[in-house]
């Protein structure tokens, strides 16, 4: 299914929460596509690349990055994402052919880390990245960024990840939603929350539920772009349907949320360089070049013996 990825931010009226919330259908897939993922490895990353994107439309310049890292010792190993303010996304999971047996008739996501850490990297320009790094609660990566927020960020929020994957092992729907607390919430603004989320519908079952609506009543007449708008539009209203008025979010605005790897030849270079003079002059004489794949999106660089031995030579510079 192609279709346009959309996030929103929202403000409840009262100023005492913020919804971000996006529909990432075609990032998740583009990624199973990349990485030839199993479906229980397919819902974890893209479950990790939903929180990325997320976390991107939260960071206010373009050139601010953040880095989601979960390792564990299940057979997932690692699962990393980066995310810019641009709303671009990238990730990987070491093991794409991770099987494990359903857990009652669901996906076993939080079997895959098993027992390891969430590491995130803010990166927004200043001097020093900002590292924060947690026991994994319980590898659904919903919870385990719920508890990141609490414990790093000193932040009340409820995280919310999910896909459904069709037979053929596509994604069908994948989205995302943080609603987080601002300081000082209106009394009731808690409470009036925790009533709605007990009864939350999987975020993903909502997605299509949403998609389907506005297909339904206006399909004929809409683009791709405002399907995608109206989409993550209608999601919030259903979702917020039941609280209190005083409480009702209002879409600040909408972004575009996309997959995209900005890795380069001039970027590979610096990975090469970074080996070492030792080490490159080993691949140029007893390997006669190299060839490196991008982890993130498995593109292939060559390097032949002479465009390694002109590195070695100084004679690129590569900038970054
Ligand atoms: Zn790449």
Redesign the pocket.
Same mark, same amino acid.
């Given at each position: 299914m192609v279709s346009l990825d959309k996030a929103l931010i929202a403000l409840d009226k009262s100023g005492s929460y913020r919804v971000y919330l996006a529909v990432t259908t075609t990032i998740a897939e583009t990624a199973r596509e990349i990485h030839g993922t199993t479906p229980v490895a397919t819902a974890a990353l893209g479950r990790a690349l939903t929180a990325g994107a997320l976390m991107g439309i939260m960071m206010k310049q373009d050139s601010d990055k953040v880095t989601l890292q979960f390792k564990g010792d299940g057979p997932a190993r690692e699962i990393l994402v980066t995310a810019y303010g641009t709303c671009d996304v990238k990730g990987y999971v070491s093991n794409p052919d991770i099987d494990l047996p359903l857990v009652n008739g669901k996906l076993a996501v939080g079997d895959c880390l098993g027992i390891g850490q969430l590491t995130c990297i803010r990166d927004i320009g200043l001097k020093e990245p900002y590292l924060g790094r947690i026991d994994l609660v319980s590898g659904e990566i919903a919870d385990d960024l719920t508890a990141y927020f609490f414990i790093s960020d000193q932040k009340e929020s409820s995280v919310m990840l999910g896909e459904t994957i069709a037979e053929s092992g596509a994604v069908q729907f994948a989205a995302g939603m943080i609603i987080q607390m601002m300081p000082d919430p209106k009394e009731g603004a808690v409470d009036a929350l925790e009533a709605l989320l007990r009864d939350a519908p999987p975020i993903a079952k909502l997605a299509e539920e949403a998609r389907n609506d506005v297909l339904a009543s206006r399909g004929a007449v809409l683009t791709e772009e405002t399907l995608a708008r109206e989409t993550v539009r209608e999601m919030l209203d259903r979702f917020f349907a039941a609280i209190p008025a005083d409480f009702r979010p209002e879409p600040l605005e909408y972004r575009d949320v996309r997959w995209n !790897?900005d +890795?380069s030849r001039e970027r590979i270079e610096a990975v090469l360089l970074s080996l070492g003079r030792a080490e490159l002059a080993k691949l140029a004489e007893e390997d006669h070049g190299a060839e490196l794949t !991008?982890q993130? +999106?498995r593109?292939r660089y060559k390097f032949t013996q002479e465009e390694i031995l002109a590195l070695l030579k100084g004679e690129r510079n590569p900038k970054c």
């Open positions: !790897c +890795c !991008c993130f +999106c593109s």
